[in-house]
């Protein structure tokens, strides 16, 4: 008996020995890997106070005292931020096998979303596949061009829209706003600290899981509707063989023999078209109020552009996509706004797939990497004068935002770059062609107010009965220079007939049916005071095949 136990002692001992050196080992092996400079940060929580309320800017500061590649640790979670284009370069294009995961956050397991995602999905066969299918099926010059007629539509909708949504809030003598999706509200405005700290996953302690799931479950209905109806067409044998779109695509295959071998499952093909709506909202939106703003600041660049656009298109039509070739200073314009302004500041974070040494720096496994295209727009080592909105700097320059040029990557680079800048352009063009109209006059007006989020960039929409202005933190240190236009509170305003703001809230929405998606979120949204016009409501009470035909786009 005696025997057993000091057997069984010695045993433990030799475990917690053998425990202790193993731990030591690795510590030592961290230590005399090179990593990253940093900041050192507190017990547990580490670096997450480091990143204040505009990580972006915050990560920018730290730039200039740790250099380009930086390390954090948020939490339990090893952070590196990439902040020049030369880094960005050595990671999306010569390391990007590697860092090419998503890291798996806890909002997104709702409903499985993260399952059947592409954006946040993680490297995998599905993943191949239905980038694979976007790329093949949906985001072709083609697909684009045919449906060019009803983004006209969309947008003529949509000034509609917003012009009853308006004179309803004016009758009542009340402030409308018009939020974004409260879906991505959600997940972009505020990190989650059960993301750096996953024993308080089970707590949700900020709620954005509870209402993540709530809006997702309602934003997953409405998309399934879509896809019910169009069951029913091939049901019915109603559907139009030779117009097939991407819904059809998903619907229809089969598995493509090499990476993914059956159908689709139905949940997950509503995930995808859910998130073709979100993920091309708001950073459409905000790319274009960003633009807008800019040029209201630089009447000069505004003159420029309008200047083209008579040249080109001329007093009396639309400006068609078609012509958006022959319109170099308003290319100009999209791209210089945004590289002052990416949608998606610190890019979707990536997640590193192996251990890897990259710039003679150790980074393991499981580490999350933001790119922070925000400052990289910003450099003064790649762009000169760079904090100044200069679109000549891009005519006859070759640089664009296509993932080649990484000193200007608002949509991102390597194999995890956004499915889309086609498309973006072509809503762009359209706001352009918004532009050109005559704005509205009378005593009517509205604001426009552009609040940077978590993210840099998201945007609030507001109408009030007032005047048009425009409050731009981001340009109050620089605001003197436009004094004519600022008020007492430091918002820029601008007069209703100078100033084409109502065209741009006539962009917001890129499709009626986002349209609906986000009145339904906003509907019980606290800070809205505008309840759906009869317009809207219309347009909530859809005929059966309705969604579908807008899904389809009919
Ligand atoms: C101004 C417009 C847009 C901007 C600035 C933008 C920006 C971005 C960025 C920064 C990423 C992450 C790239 C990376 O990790 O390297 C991304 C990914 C993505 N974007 Fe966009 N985007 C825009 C429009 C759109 C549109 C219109 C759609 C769809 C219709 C879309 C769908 C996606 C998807 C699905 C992904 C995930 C790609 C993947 O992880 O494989 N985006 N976008």
Redesign the pocket.
Known sequence: MESICSFLVCSGLFLAIAMILCLKGKNLGRRTKKLPPGPPGWPIIGNIFDLGTEPHRALQELKLKYGPVLRLRLGSMDTVVIQSAKAAAQL?KNHDASFCD?KPLDVFTCHNYRDGS??VGRFSPY?RTV?RL?SVEMMTVKRINDTASIRRKCIDQMIRNIEDDTAAANARGVRGEFTPLSLSNGIQRTPNVADFLPFLKWFDPQGLRRNMSRDMARALKIVEGFVKERLEEYKLGNEEKNNKDFLDTLLEFEGDGKDWHEKIPYERIIIIIL??FF??SE??SA?TEWAMAELLRKPEAMRKVKEELNEVVGENRNVEESDIEKLPYLQAVVKEA?RLH???PL??P?NTMQDTNFMGYHIAKDTQVF?N?WAIGRDPDSWEDPLTFKPERFLGSNIDYKGQNFELI???????????SG??FSLEKIMWASVRRKVLTGSKSASLVLERSFLGTQSNLALSSRSYSIALKEMLPRRSNNSQYVDSRGYLRFPVGSSPVREVISCFRVDPSISILSKAFSSDRPKTSISPSKSSATECQLPPNEGARRVRGD
């Open positions: 999306l998503r592409l954006a993943w980038r976007c998130e073709m993920a091309g950073t459409t790319a945004l990416p949608s998606v890019l979707v990536r790119v295209a608002p949509f991102g680079s390597g194999r995890r770059i956004c499915i889309d498309l973006f």
